[in-house]
């Protein structure tokens, strides 16, 4: 509230000559007239002195906080020991300041605030002390890396804040900030995104001690939908003596906002996913994408309850690439195959294992397919192909329960894609379904590499081990069996029989583009110690030759 004192002529001439001088602003009475400056003082009934007073505060940067005033600057204004910050964020301190008098306003210079929490000002002035209280820093710079240049340039941009919630705090590069989306993602988050992943995998590291995620709108081109950069939870000195990158010190993942939207549906709940991971597994531990990336969309489906956008790919198989038989361990980056396959192959076994609580236990091992098979071993009593063998089938089966279904955590919009009539070969951990047709058993195709394995599934969704295969009305699950983590040169799938059908079809060039829109949606968690795997994914994905 602003303050009013009754002068005298006497003691207005001190507070001029001692505090403000001719600048210092007078409003008579209700019955007078507003002026400005001591000649302004006489007449019946006296003048009053507005008194300079604190007016506002924000923090216009994380490294500022401006302070205005109303009614002049106080002759105190530039004396920094009047200016404390505290609060919800913690004491922070005041290192020096600006005063610009035409502007009324002060500005200190703060160390580096905490985003997303709120901080206290504290002003000491002659009637007694001022208190304000703002989010930090309504602007800040982050480090952000080009995914589609051929050296992953680093630029620094700036955002501006534009929603707060208990988890995280979201920034939008300046240009974006009419971005749609963003306060339901903010809620999302908050409600859904957050408690779900924590509590399934594991709480996030706070190496800026602000208790919330950083989550940033960017122009990303159209290279990504989102990443997760690990570098950034690592410190600065580290990741530049290291790999010369710059670490911007907090938990943050990247979302790509320049269609205008925030995507919290898919990509965000993925990308969060690499961030726990990061904090379980750590940047410099063994690189397992199929437990990754798999797990990373299994969080989709966890968080909102269904994926289905990833089972509609898998059933529309748009590059012929499923049909074919990717591997699931030897990872293709920039090949969705491989998340959709990952997806489905951990979700059989959360379903068979009590539902998407089992996703969590799935994430604490480390993802090597030695530390897979013994956690298989002891909870189902089958080897890592035997589940895999197994997944493939009810992939196709989709019984309600039992080995062939998926116990309701997934549902597929149609059958999943079959093999085309041409000679085809299988790495390890890879399998296909070969079409029955007309037949209602089959044999294991002659000229088949010695670590293939067959299983039949008949319309009815029953499963069959034993040669010749029940496959009527159904297909013939063919798997390269070789546990081999290292070595992933294929073994022919063997020379098709006669009642073979016609399975996969060509696709086209759309086709392709689908599949490449896909690939880019997630790329490989960006390390600078890595990058090969970063130019796989940019090639796949069409921004390298």
């Not at 080995?403 to 399998?431: M, Y």
């Not at 294991?444 to 670590?451: E, M, Q």
């Not at 073979?500 to 086709?511: E, F, K, N, R």
Request: negative net charge; proline residues 7%.
């Amino acid at each position: 509230m602003r303050r009013f004192l009754w002068l005298g002529a006497s003691v207005l001439a001190a507070v001029v000559a001692g505090a403000c001088g001719s600048d210092v602003k007078t409003v008579d009475d209700d019955e007078g007239s507003t002026s400005v400056g001591a000649g302004a003082m006489g007449g019946s009934g006296g003048s009053v002195v507005v008194v300079p007073e604190v007016d506002d505060a924000h923090a216009p940067t994380q490294f500022a906080v401006e302070v205005t005033f109303r009614g002049g600057l106080p002759p105190w204004a530039g004396d920094v020991a009047r200016y404390t910050l505290g609060g919800e964020a913690g004491a922070l301190s005041v290192e020096g300041l600006e005063v610009d008098a035409a502007a009324e306003t002060v500005t200190l210079t703060t160390a580096k605030q905490k985003l997303g929490l709120d901080y206290t000002l504290t002003i000491v002035t002659d009637e007694g002390d001022e208190t304000r209280t703002f989010p930090s820093a309504d602007t800040a710079m982050f480090w952000t890396t080009d995914l589609s240049s051929p050296n992953f340039a680093e630029t620094q941009i700036t955002a501006a804040r534009a929603e707060t919630g208990t988890h995280a705090v979201i920034y939008l590069e300046v240009g974006y900030e009419s971005t749609s989306g963003v306060a339901s993602a903010m809620q999302h988050f908050d409600d859904a995104i957050y408690p779900i992943e924590t509590e399934l995998f594991t709480d996030p590291g706070d190496i800026d001690e602000n208790g919330k995620i950083v989550l940033l709108g960017l122009d990303g081109a159209n290279a990504y939908g989102g990443y997760f950069s690990p570098i950034n939870a690592l410190p600065n000195e580290l990741t530049m003596s290291q790999w010369g990158v710059h670490s911007n010190e907090m938990e943050m993942v990247y979302i790509n906002v320049v269609a205008g939207d925030f995507d919290d549906d898919v990509v965000l709940p993925h990308e969060f996913e690499h961030l726990l991971y990061n904090e379980r597994h750590g940047v410099f531990g063994a690189d397992w994408p199929y437990h990754n990336e798999g797990l990373a969309e299994c969080a989709v489906r966890a968080v909102n309850g269904v994926h289905g956008w990833a089972l509609d790919y898998l059933v529309a198989d748009p590059t012929g690439g499923i049909s074919r038989g990717p591997s699931l361990v030897h990872w293709d980056y920039g090949n969705y195959d491989n998340y959709v396959l990952a997806y489905v192959f951990w979700s059989y076994i959360a379903g068979q294992l009590g539902g998407t609580n089992v996703y969590g236990q799935l994430f604490e091992l480390d993802g090597s397919p030695a530390a897979i098979e013994g956690f298989l071993q002891q909870q189902l009593s089958l080897d890592f192909a035997d589940v895999q063998m197994r997944a493939l089938a009810a992939s196709f089966a989709q019984s309600p329960s039992g080995q062939a279904g998926f116990e309701g955590l997934i549902s597929f919009p149609g059958k999943p894609p079959t093999a085309p009539n041409e000679t085809l070969s299988l790495e390890p951990f890879a399998g296909l379904l070969l079409p029955a047709g007309a037949a209602t058993t089959m044999s294991a195709p002659t000229g088949a590499g010695p670590n293939l394995v067959y299983a039949g599934v008949n319309a009815a969704g029953a499963l069959d081990f034993t040669e010749p295969y029940d496959v009527a009305g159904g297909v013939l699950v063919a798997l390269n069996a070789r546990f081999d983590e290292n070595d992933p040169s294929p073994e022919p799938v063997g020379s098709p029989v006669s009642s073979l059908a016609p399975g996969g079809t060509s696709p086209t060039a759309h086709d392709h583009e689908r599949g490449r829109s896909a690939s880019r949606l997630h790329p490989p968690p960006f390390h600078p110690g890595r990058l090969e795997r970063m130019r796989d994914w940019q090639r796949a994905v069409g921004l390298r030759p």
